[in-house]
Nanobody
Framework: QVQLVESGGGLVQAGGSLTLSCAVS????????MGWYRQAPGKLRELVAT???????NYADSVKGRFTVSRDNAKNTVYLQMNSLKPEDTAVYFCYADLDYGLGYGVDAWGQGTLVTVSS
């Protein structure tokens, strides 16, 4: 069974940094797009950053210049380096991957979520 296993969340003061990681475990052919979404209390889930298998990135305006998404294709792992954190970055962060099982189409997969809390 394929799983996305996240790590790296926690409590940090405003202005601090955290790095999230997410590894795809299980048998797959390859991983297409990967990325991160977040959901704050009382709000809808929103895109944070995505990265294609070729390394093209996309960011939400609210995190541009502060967050960096990267991936290690050999390890099927995606990372999110978060700098200059703000209290409004507080949310549950979900890893996302478009998985290729060799069937000709991708299958969406999500991690369990990891809580990031930024104190003021």
């Amino acid at each position: 069974q394929v799983q996305l296993v996240e790590s790296g969340g926690g409590l940090v003061q405003a202005g601090g940094s955290l790095t999230l990681s997410c590894a795809v475990s299980g048998s797959i052919f390859s991983v297409n797009d990967m990325g991160w979404y977040r959901q704050a209390p009382g709000k809808l889930r929103e895109l944070v950053a995505t990265i294609t298998s070729g390394g093209t990135t996309n960011y939400a305006d609210s995190v541009k210049g502060r967050f960096t998404v990267s991936r290690d294709n050999a390890k099927n792992t995606v990372y999110l380096q978060m700098n200059s954190l703000k209290p409004e970055d507080t949310a549950v962060y979900f890893c996302y991957a478009d998985l290729d099982y060799g069937l000709g189409y991708g299958v969406d997969a999500w991690g369990q979520g990891t809580l990031v809390t930024v104190s003021s």
